[in-house]
């Protein structure tokens, strides 16, 4: 079996080793009193490491190899980064390691104090083809333990997701009222247009977006405008209403529309670009729907009054896109689905991440406990997991569990998941 690198810093970090009774390969005691701090940039793999090697105790860093060989074939012996390293860590032992003023690197076999059981283990989750790599064992775990785990990705889920925001308000210097909308377009594209509508909301002036608030002709216009709908020869009088506004507002602001494609295909009618644009004017149409009008809000039902209020106007309850009437009228109003996906995705992540930025501990933990008070969302990932028996009871756990298959399941990151660490741990 081949081991990697990654492996024996995953053992390392978490001393799985069987015993604490460590001797360097010339024979001296190891005692581990504290294994370092894990380096993720250039340099040795674990810093600020503190060893006893024999009767002398060592402050420094810790280099983890597959083989010792491999501090030359990696160079480190011109590296003055490595010339602290007080331990080398390797599995293979196949040629000494001397630092520049030729004292001799102390070097553990890593090999020498692994069960086979923990190599094992590891092979089956990386060598499984099951749809996730522990499929077949995480029934076996505690569930308490599991559920934990879940319960912390979602966590991290919403970190990720801050990332995204904070790097939109790096890129509006800092304009949190710009980034909400922003957001909320976003949002409002759901998962098949949502760049494209995160780059109508970036075109659109937030500032015009306040000012027409009150006046929904000019507010569809400007955004049906924006997102290239209204270039087309009309014969109907609502769309040929809102492309003379545009033309008038295209003129006054320097207005510029969006080269984002807007896509419809397989998708049902009450999903279509347009109908979500008719739905998010009608919303913007609200006072509330501003960033500190989000942020004040207390109860999952206050966003379900916003949501449930939205009323598209007349046009679109006769319409699924511009020239074409249905046969059928239907008020467009979001189903239950929608509305959570639009809680979690917009207003839960913004509030989550409007308290990350500004340590607000009170707004973070709001936001999970919404995602606690929420419904499991349904999709094919969710009733997989459950299909296997691991249950979600409320939003925080299916976006928990969306968060583990997306970021670590599918890429094998079983040494960075709690559950395999868990599963190497038995």
Known sequence: MAIPEDLLQFIWRLRLYHT??????????????????????????????????????WTGNVEIHVRSSDW????????????????????????????????????LRLSDYVSEELLKQY????????????????????????????????????????????????KFDG????????????????????????????QLSNLLLLKYRTDISKLEAMIFGQ????????????????????IYLKKAYSLKETHFPLL????????????????LASLLQNESVRLQGILAIENLSEFRWLLNNIRV????????????????????????????????????????????????????EKAMRWLEELPTERNNIIQKFEDIGVNAWHAAHSQGLLHIKRKYCDSKQCLRCGIGLELLRR
């Open 20 to 57: 604490d009774q460590l001797k360097t390969v010339n024979g001296e005691s190891i005692q581990v009193l504290h294994v370092g701090e894990h380096n993720d940039n250039a340099g040795p793999d674990f810093l600020f490491s503190k060893i006893r090697i024999g009767s002398e105790l």
């Open 72 to 107: 030359f074939l990696h160079g480190h012996q011109k590296d003055a980064k490595y010339a602290n390293v007080i331990l080398h860590v390797v599995w293979d032992h196949d040629q000494e390691v001397i630092h520049e003023d030729g004292s001799l690197v102390p070097t």
């Open 123 to 170: 092979q089956r989750l990386m060598d499984g083809q099951r749809w996730i790599p522990c499929e077949s064992q995480i029934l076996h775990l505690d569930s308490f333990k599991v559920e934990r785990w879940v319960e912390r990705m979602a966590v991290e889920r919403m970190e990720d997701k801050s990332r995204l925001i904070l790097e939109l308000l790096q």
């Open 175 to 202: 304009d949190w009222e710009k980034i909400f909308f922003i957001w909320l377009f976003r949002s409002f594209g759901f998962k098949v247009n949502a760049d494209a509508f995160q780059a109508l909301g970036e």
């Open 227 to 246: 997102a290239g709908f209204l270039n087309s020869t009309f014969d109907e009088a609502y769309p040929l209403q809102l492309q003379k506004e545009y």
């Open 264 to 279: 419809f295909s397989r998708m049902r009618p009450h999903n279509f670009p347009t109908i979500r644009i008719a739905q």
């Open 313 to 364: 106007t007349h046009y679109w309850k006769t319409h699924f896109s511009f020239a074409k009437q249905s046969l059928a009228t239907s008020d467009h109003s979001l189903s239950e689905m929608s509305q959570n996906s639009l809680i979690i995705n917009a207003f839960i992540a913004l509030t989550f991440s409007y308290g990350a930025y500004f340590k607000l501990e009170d707004l973070k």
